[in-house]
């Protein structure tokens, strides 16, 4: 049994690239620090040491890449009151800066989550960009959001005069790009949207973060058909790159054909000339099988038509033969000129595959219904002012809470690029949470479930009010008079765990007919970022005594075990949707995550009959292994602590922990 005491911090990313290196290479590594000429050596010609090589560099790089390594001092504090279906939901909000929730997500998500969509700052000059803080992140995001009070503290925006324009932006995404790529499932993919200030830069760090080799594409979208109203040249688009974890993982990217698609051009480009009708001496009879359509061999074309008629009786033989294979039709069409006949069958086939496809409802995923997805959409679907703003307008009965949120179907065809139905999407730079939006609608409609896992800033509104203009400000002033009449802090956050409550509810009431809809899930569960629980020993060596004594608890005030619970299940890399059970065991409370997996006590005075109760009860639930927790000082004296020890040892138990 391991024997382990925990501090109040996440996982610390550069020593386990460490242990991954020494994996690889044991002789580069010598008392935990890597010999770099060694290293060298190890890797031969294919190492670049020129000063001239190829890279993409700005002030401040390193040090992003090194905050992207130091561990979180931070921790996540779960929020039963704001959450919605607490017991039940596998979906999260979380409310933080980014880094940090980020960092403290890898252990328990890292390489899980299938599908990440972002809509960053795009750093139009007007954006205030969040920075990064290498002293204390924490006291600069309690700061920042206006928690505690700073002499002085600024939020401004980042202008293009300010020196540091794209510097800054490029500091703020370097590193929350590289945490992210790790959360990413082998065949996962990242969509970044962006627009012209900031996609060249976007598109150099994404090449270092996730390698040119895992470049997908870029999709432009018409997000904007009405235009900005500048001048010479007025973007209607944006840009999306898509990156692969590993490209050679990823699975193939489709895209649902829309229904006027569906009838007119599909045909044509059935098989493996993309225009067959425009070359009538290589068209062949149809096979249609499960809305895909094949043709016969030349072999068996010859057979049935003989360049005048066809042969009835071969055609009744190949009918009988394909059907037998599940093909649902054999359709002839003449070959050579006569245009006629083959338009005419050409039709029928057209519009028997139609009827099949809409009216069958068996089909699960016929080729009919996908296509490889093209670079440019331009669908009325895809402007942000119809399934952007105005949805979510009417979702807050006549408020505007958001500036520019991104239309849910783009997001939703972003995500249905992959066709795995039980996915964790994730979106970091949430806003009003149109990604939750198109998850639990896409659900809705196709019986997925996918789950999602927002991270959004409580900013603050009133920021967002100074920064406005004189009609903006007229609209937000009456979002913020909202939120204070509902008890609620005027922050973005806030928009985006209502937004998910409302279009959660529409959405199961739009649906209420279908089958299983009262399963679907549209709750979630609210964590905030905060400070470790566990106390920093920072002594006051003058005062010693006293220190001791204050130390005695190493909880900080105020926290709740509910709140430690979590902290430990973000150690352990456990996923922060698992049950949490509750039991009382010899008049001390326990709690049972993931059924058995983990079980926490930090009651004071254990004694070995708690630790003979947490057994049978691990006995009872049999997880595959299991953890015990307990308060270093929650034992009667140390003898006491041995003995329990002893006990969980003997039990099997893999882990016992003390905090
Ligand atoms: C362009 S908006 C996203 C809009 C979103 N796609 C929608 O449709 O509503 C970017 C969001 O990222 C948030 N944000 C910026 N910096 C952040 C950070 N460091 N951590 C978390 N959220 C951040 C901003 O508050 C803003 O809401």
């Given at each position: 049994m391991k024997e382990i005491q925990l501090d109040g911090q996440s996982t610390d990313i550069a020593e386990e690239n460490i242990q991954k290196l020494k994996a690889l290479f044991p002789e580069i590594v010598t008392e935990g620090k890597v010999d770099f000429e060694k290293l060298q050596q190890v890797l031969g010609e294919y190492v670049e040491d020129s000063d001239e090589r190829y890279n993409f560099s700005w002030n401040g790089k390193g040090q992003s890449l090194r905050l992207s390594q130091t561990p979180s001092l931070g921790t996540l504090r779960p929020c039963k009151e704001e959450s919605k279906d607490w017991d039940t939901t596998q979906n999260l909000y979380i409310e933080g800066d980014n880094l940090e929730v980020l960092k403290l997500l890898q252990k328990s998500y890292y390489g899980k989550v299938k599908m990440?969509?972002?809509?960053?700052?795009?750093?139009?000059?007007?954006?205030?960009?969040?920075?990064?803080?290498?002293?204390?992140?924490?006291?600069?995001?309690?700061?920042?959001?206006?928690?505690?009070?700073?002499?002085?503290?600024?939020?401004?925006?980042?202008?293009?005069?300010?020196?540091?324009?794209?510097?800054?932006?490029?500091?703020?995404?370097?590193?929350?790009?590289?945490?992210?790529?790790?959360?990413?499932?082998?065949?996962?993919?990242?969509?970044?949207?962006?627009?012209?200030?900031?996609?060249?830069?976007?598109?150099?760090?994404?090449?270092?973060?996730?390698?040119?080799?895992?470049?997908?594409?870029?999709?432009?979208?018409?997000?904007?058909?009405?235009?900005?109203?500048?001048?010479?040249?007025?973007?209607?688009?944006?840009?999306?790159?898509?990156?692969?974890?590993?490209?050679?993982?990823?699975?193939?990217?489709?895209?649902?054909?829309?229904?006027?698609?569906?009838?007119?051009?599909?045909?044509?480009?059935?098989?493996?000339?993309?225009?067959?009708?425009?070359?009538?001496?290589?068209?062949?009879?149809?096979?249609?099988?499960?809305?895909?359509?094949?043709?016969i061999t030349q072999y068996e074309y010859e057979q049935i038509y003989d360049g005048e008629r066809f042969n009835e009786q071969h055609l009744a033989y190949l009918e009988k033969k394909y059907t037998s294979l599940g093909f649902q039709y054999v359709l002839p069409i003449a070959k050579n000129g006569e245009e006629k006949v083959w338009q005419r069958e050409f039709n029928r086939v057209r519009n028997e595959c139609h009827t099949y496809i809409y009216e069958s409802g068996q089909i699960k995923t016929p080729a009919l219904l996908y296509r490889t997805p093209q670079s440019l959409w331009l669908n009325e679907k895809y402007s942000n002012s119809g399934s952007g703003t105005n949805i979510l307008i009417s979702l807050f009965d006549g408020l505007k809470p958001f500036d520019f949120p991104k239309s849910y179907k783009t997001v939703q065809d972003f995500i249905t690029l992959n066709d795995d139905k039980n996915m964790i999407v994730m979106d970091f730079f949430a806003g009003s949470s149109t990604t939750a939006h198109a998850v639990m609608d896409l659900n809705a409609k196709d019986g997925g479930n996918r789950k999602f896992i927002m991270v959004q800033l409580p900013e603050s509104l009133e920021n967002t009010y100074n920064n406005a203009d004189k009609d903006r400000k007229k609209e937000l002033r009456k979002v913020i008079d909202f939120l204070i009449e509902n008890n609620k802090p005027a922050t973005l956050a806030e928009i985006g765990k209502e937004r998910i409550r409302r279009a959660g509810e529409k959405i199961k009431e739009e649906n209420k007919d279908k089958e299983n809809i009262e399963n679907l899930d549209i709750g979630f569960k609210v964590l905030k970022l905060d400070t470790s629980n566990i106390r920093k020993w920072q002594p006051d060596y003058d005062n010693l005594e006293q220190s001791l004594l204050e130390y005695i608890d190493n909880f900080v005030e105020g926290r709740t075990e509910l709140d430690v619970v979590y902290e430990i299940m973000l150690k352990y890399g456990l996923d922060l949707t698992y049950p949490v059970d509750e039991f009382t065991i010899a008049q001390k409370k326990v709690y049972s995550i993931g059924f058995g997996m983990l079980m926490i006590c930090l009651d004071d005075e254990i004694t070995t009959e708690v630790a003979r109760g947490i057994l049978a009860k691990i006995k009872e639930l049999s997880p595959e292994s299991s953890r015990v927790v307990f308060k270093d000082n929650g034992f009667k004296t140390d003898s006491n602590k041995t003995n329990i020890k002893e006990i969980l040892k003997s039990g099997g138990i893999e882990e016992f922990i003390t905090i």
């Open positions: 990440i969509y972002i809509d960053p700052p795009y750093n139009t000059g007007t954006d205030i960009i969040y920075k990064n803080d290498f002293h204390d992140s924490l006291e600069y995001y309690k700061a920042y959001t206006g928690q505690i009070d700073k002499d002085g503290f600024q939020k401004t925006t980042n202008t293009e005069t300010s020196g540091r324009y794209h510097t800054d932006w490029l500091n703020m995404m370097y590193p929350r790009l590289r945490l992210a790529r790790n959360l990413l499932t082998d065949d996962g993919i990242i969509v970044m949207s962006i627009d012209d200030y900031e996609f060249y830069n976007l598109k150099k760090i994404a090449d270092e973060v996730f390698g040119e080799n895992n470049f997908v594409g870029t999709i432009i979208t018409r997000c904007n058909p009405q235009g900005r109203g500048r001048k010479n040249i007025d973007p209607v688009h944006e840009y999306n790159f898509i990156y692969a974890k590993n490209i050679s993982y990823m699975g193939e990217l489709t895209i649902k054909r829309d229904e006027g698609e569906m009838t007119t051009n599909y045909l044509l480009r059935s098989g493996t000339n993309s225009r067959k009708f425009e070359r009538p001496l290589r068209f062949y009879p149809l096979l249609v099988k499960d809305g895909k359509v094949s043709c």
